[in-house]
């Protein structure tokens, strides 16, 4: 059976420890840690030197940072420490998973193989900021990628990049979407690493997501790329995913792309016909008649 490659793209040691530690704890040591450090200044040898004998890892410092320029390529290049195993988790460098993770992964390797790409597990959110943690969010066992997608679109549930292990044979077909800050480039991997495939989940072992002021959801000054980044993923969402909803699916996920563009400007004449196109493809003549007169509005406005 495979082994597992867990992934850490290192920048900060804040809270480091915590993660290298819950890997000192596992109960199955059927896995291999690959830790890329970011050229920080806040050098993890140290503690490094702690942990050696308890699991096996190899560290490598990149003497140029690429994670303020490109997120989504720092995780790539991270990757490319790798180099046998098949299997690939990327964690937070703030992040710490359950003991017996890797022993249930292993457990029910069978009734997943060749049939899913992508593998997640129950998931907690710590607020760094009070001191809280959040109730466990548990998935459907197999569940569609888009499935998935549209209950976080709708805030039934959460998602992010630690929680998940994939294939390197579909992380190698598609690669991550180099979004800026990576916003959404883990919610697209999903949807195309899956590969047709649905996502299989294994509920009974929870990743622990920190979320502090040291990461890009805990900083308020990214909302401008933020927004970019929520257009562009959308915009592929709409050309590429849309089928596989149901037309009132179709209808809000159109309707928020339309919203977050009027939230900082006025829709474009392209944005429109692009937006258009997919009324008249799907809608009736009532919603096409309401779209067409909110952008009436705006160019009245626009002129006043």
């Not at 998935?148 to 598609?174: D, V």
């Not at 195309?192 to 072992?205: A, G, K, L, M």
């Not at 997501?209 to 040291?214: D, E, G, M, N, Y």
Request: net charge positive; glycine share 2%.
């Amino acid at each position: 059976m495979d082994m597992l490659a867990i992934i850490i793209p290192y920048y900060k040691r804040t809270f480091f420890q915590s993660t290298l530690q819950s890997l000192a704890n596992q109960t199955d040591k059927r896995f291999k840690v690959y830790i890329g450090d970011d050229a920080s200044i806040d050098s993890p040898l140290e503690l490094l030197s702690q942990f050696h004998g308890k699991f096996e890892f190899l560290y490598h410092r990149f003497e140029k940072n690429l994670g303020s320029i490109s997120l989504a390529r720092q995780w790539e290049r991270c990757i490319e420490l790798s180099k046998e195993e098949e299997w690939i988790m990327i964690l937070g460098d703030d992040d710490f998973i359950d003991n017996n993770l890797v022993e249930l992964w292993h457990i029910n390797f069978n009734l997943f193989y060749k049939k899913a790409q992508v593998i997640r597990f129950a998931s907690k959110i710590i607020i760094e900021e009070n001191n809280t943690v959040s109730n466990i969010f548990t998935h459907p066992i197999w569940e569609i990628a888009t499935v998935s997608f549209y209950r976080k679109f709708q805030h039934l549930t959460r998602s992010s990049l630690s929680e998940y292990i994939f294939s390197r044979e579909s992380f190698l077909k598609f690669g991550f979407y180099d979004y800026p800050l990576a916003w959404n480039s883990d919610d697209r991997a999903w949807l195309d690493f899956s590969d047709n495939q649905p996502i299989f989940t294994i509920n009974e072992c929870v990743v622990f997501v920190r979320l502090s002021i040291f990461n890009i959801s805990g900083k308020q000054d990214n909302n401008n790329l933020k927004s970019f980044s929520v257009l562009s993923f959308f915009r592929f969402l709409i050309l590429k995913k849309l089928k596989n909803y149901t037309n009132q699916e179709k209808e809000k996920i159109i309707r928020f792309y339309e919203n977050e563009i009027s939230k900082q400007r006025k829709l474009k004449l392209s944005e429109f016909c692009f937006i258009l196109y997919f009324y008249l493809k799907y809608f009736d003549f009532y919603l096409i008649k309401k779209f067409i007169k909110r952008f009436l509005k705006n160019i009245l406005k626009k002129h006043e």
